[in-house]
Nanobody
Framework: QVQLQESGGGSVQSGGSLRLSCAHS?????MAWFRQAPGKEREGVAA????????IYADSVKGRFTISRDRAKNALYLQMNSLEPEDTAIYYC????????????????????WGQGTQVTVSS
């Protein structure tokens, strides 16, 4: 299993920005960011294929969030801009070693390796 550790969460006002980081022990086929708000299901936010860097985003974050990776540093990032109170959640880094179709890339059940999560709070 891939070891994952998130960092970079915090509190910010509406309209602000945060960058999350995920340190990982090895590269896998695809990595993703998920989030879980209180009382809600964990949902996929963004994913990136390691081979070609192709990215996929949930509609709710398109144009505001950017997922990226630094292969030299074994790091995954999520740049979050124009944050809204609805973005408040625990954010998780996830990894999958085997091939997956794009339409499955934001499905929680497709990932077997997870970090502990980092809290993001956006106040209005």
């Amino acid at each position: 299993q891939v070891q994952l550790q998130e960092s970079g969460g915090g509190s910010v006002q509406s309209g602000g920005s945060l960058r999350l980081s995920c340190a990982h022990s090895q590269y896998t086929y695809i990595m993703a960011w998920f989030r879980q708000a209180p009382g809600k299901e964990r949902e996929g936010v963004a994913a990136i294929y390691d081979m070609d860097g192709h990215t996929i985003y949930a509609d709710s974050v398109k144009g505001r969030f950017t997922i990226s990776r630094d292969r030299a540093k074994n790091a995954l990032y999520l740049q979050m801009n124009s944050l809204e109170p609805e973005d408040t959640a625990i954010y998780y880094c996830a990894a999958r070693a085997s091939e997956i179709a794009q339409w499955q890339a934001l499905e929680r059940s497709r990932y077997s390796s997870w970090g502990q999560g980092t809290q993001v709070t956006v106040s209005s």
